[in-house]
């Protein structure tokens, strides 16, 4: 029968660390994302899941098509009035915890699509962690949110910041990418008389 002495009986081939940290590791590295493309966004959505963008080494090369076995969802494109209510029910029988990214700015704030039929921004609908800027966002870019949404699920901040407001985390890619111009405090409007 051999005598346990303590910590040097065991092989040096283990790890130790909190509970915490493990599960956000897992969070990190398994996020499913659920197909949600709405115009050409989705397009570059696609383009990003492809050989030569490749998400599968990021754990995400299946895009869900069930709700309920996706935790992130990529809004992708326009929301039009009438697609507002089924994209808060996909959003509301997705699996805890589970995340928003609003690819491209018609997503983000209606785009050049200021009528009365395009939700000026999917931030009415659904709390957004992660803005991807651009029209359409090349794969790079969405490929940055994505990376940008690890990292604040690895420090926990999105986490904190919802528990606290019962909102996204509100991170802003566009003050991120090199070349990106704020927009004018005062839209111009084409073609829509005032």
């Not at 929301?79 to 983000?108: F, H, N, T």
Request: with cysteine.
């Amino acid at each position: 029968m051999a005598s346990w002495t303590g910590l040097e009986s065991l092989s040096h081939n283990f790890l130790t660390g909190k509970l915490e940290d493990f599960v956000k590791w897992s969070r990190e590295h398994s996020m499913w994302p659920a197909t949600f493309g709405l115009a050409c966004c989705a397009i570059e959505m696609m383009a990003a899941g492809a050989a030569d963008f490749d998400l599968a080494r990021f754990g995400m090369e299946v895009f869900r098509p069930s709700p309920r076995q996706a935790d992130l969802m990529i809004v992708a494109g326009r929301v039009s009035q009438k697609m507002a209510p089924v994209l808060r029910q996909v959003y509301d029988q997705m699996v805890e915890p589970k995340w928003v990214i609003s690819m491209g700015v018609c997503a983000s704030t209606g785009g050049m699509f200021n009528n009365y039929a395009i939700v000026q921004g999917v931030d009415q609908i659904v709390p957004v962690d992660v803005y991807a800027p651009g029209c359409p966002p090349s794969p790079q870019t969405l490929m940055h949110a994505i990376l940008t949404l690890h990292e604040k699920v690895r420090t926990g901040e999105i986490t904190r910041r919802r528990a606290a407001a019962g909102a996204g985390a509100g991170v802003d890619l566009a003050a991120e990418v090199p070349g990106w111009t704020q927009p004018l405090e005062r839209p111009v409007h084409l073609g829509t008389p005032r």
